[in-house]
């Protein structure tokens, strides 16, 4: 089971996004890992919550699981996180470069840099940034990698924030480092131009960033961390948390300003559940805590 999984914010329009990326990312082969075409794996409705009635969706892209929710106008997508697509041929850049430019902004125009012959930075027409990169002879490990950016306060934090989530998560270890270096300003020498690492099997970069943004990390983006029990959960929230006024229905976020939601894998059966009764129990009961409490959650789908 994916441990880790990107979780997408929309106001309305999580289902039509899902159907969006799923044509965009069809594939004509198999990701790294044997996984298949994308896909729309489930949707579920969950009603009587303070943004409404909320959808909530999960894909595979590439055979990697992405969740989606349309859950109200509060956040929106920020270029500091987005998504590295690597790419095997220009022909695959360019394939996916059409579709997610069509109504998008682009970050960095498509053509040739240093780091790659091709490649294209694009603001999609939802607002979520894609990163598409002709990889050249470099093996491709994993299609699409989640990317941090480090910016205002937290610009040159990379590499710290890098070396405390491979200490929180037990899978893990840093990979390759490319640092800036002299007459690179307003980036300062020896901060991440770009970072890997890997979290409980999941590819991750990251990377600083000194330039005056004008946005940072937010909520629109957040990584499920899937539990299968409660000492698990409570591990994690302890290490993770570090703003108690944004913990809420298992939501927390870390020092850096990523948010994370530490969840139950019990919770994701229950919620994938057509029964509506059920799913208004569980509903009813998770949207009372902040930390998840799994016992109080199967009484809960229980009717107990």
């Known amino acids: 089971m994916q441990r880790i999984t990107p ?12 159907e969006f990326y ?13 996984g298949k075409n994308s896909v729309v794996k489930n949707v579920s409705t969950i009603h009587n919550t303070p ?22 106008p509060y956040f929106k997508f920020t270029p500091a996180v987005s998504f590295l697509v690597a790419c095997a041929t220009r022909e695959e850049v360019d394939a996916l470069w059409t579709p997610l430019s069509n109504a998008g902004t682009p970050l960095m125009d498509l053509g040739e840099y240093p780091f790659s012959e091709h490649y294209g930075w694009i603001q999609d027409r939802y607002g979520v940034s894609w990163q598409v990169m002709h990889m050249g002879e470099r093996p491709v490990r994993q299609k699409i990698t989640p990317t941090l950016m480090f910016v205002g306060e937290q610009c040159g934090k990379a590499k710290e924030a890098i070396d405390f989530y ?48 004008k946005f940072t990390i937010n909520e629109a983006i957040s990584f499920m961390v899937h539990c299968a029990t409660q000492d698990e959960l409570d591990y994690y929230w302890k290490r993770l948390s570090a703003v108690p006024s944004a913990e809420q ?43 998840f409490d799994i016992e109080q959650l199967k009484k809960a789908y229980a009717g107990q």
Request: net charge negative; proline share 3%; charged share 25%.
């Open 22 to 34: 799923t044509s965009v990312f069809s594939t004509r082969e198999k990701s790294p890992s044997g």
């Open 166 to 213: 491979t200490t929180v998560f037990h899978n893990a270890r840093t990979g390759d480092i490319l640092a800036y270096g002299k007459g690179e300003e307003p980036d300062k020498e020896g901060t991440m131009k770009h970072a890997a690492f890997t979290l409980e099997g999941m590819d991750f970069a990251a990377m600083d960033s000194a330039y005056q943004h």
């Open 249 to 291: 229905c298992g939501w927390l976020k870390d020092r850096y300003g990523v948010s994370w939601q530490i969840v139950p894998t019990v919770m994701d059966e229950m919620l994938r559940d057509k029964d509506p009764v059920k799913l208004a129990r569980v509903t009813e009961a998770f949207l009372k805590m902040k930390k």
């Open 7 to 18: 979780h997408l914010w929309f106001d309305r329009e999580a289902r039509e996004a899902a």
């Open 51 to 72: 943004s409404g009635s909320v959808d909530m969706v999960t894909i595979e892209l590439y055979g990697q699981g992405f969740s989606l929710i349309s859950a109200g």
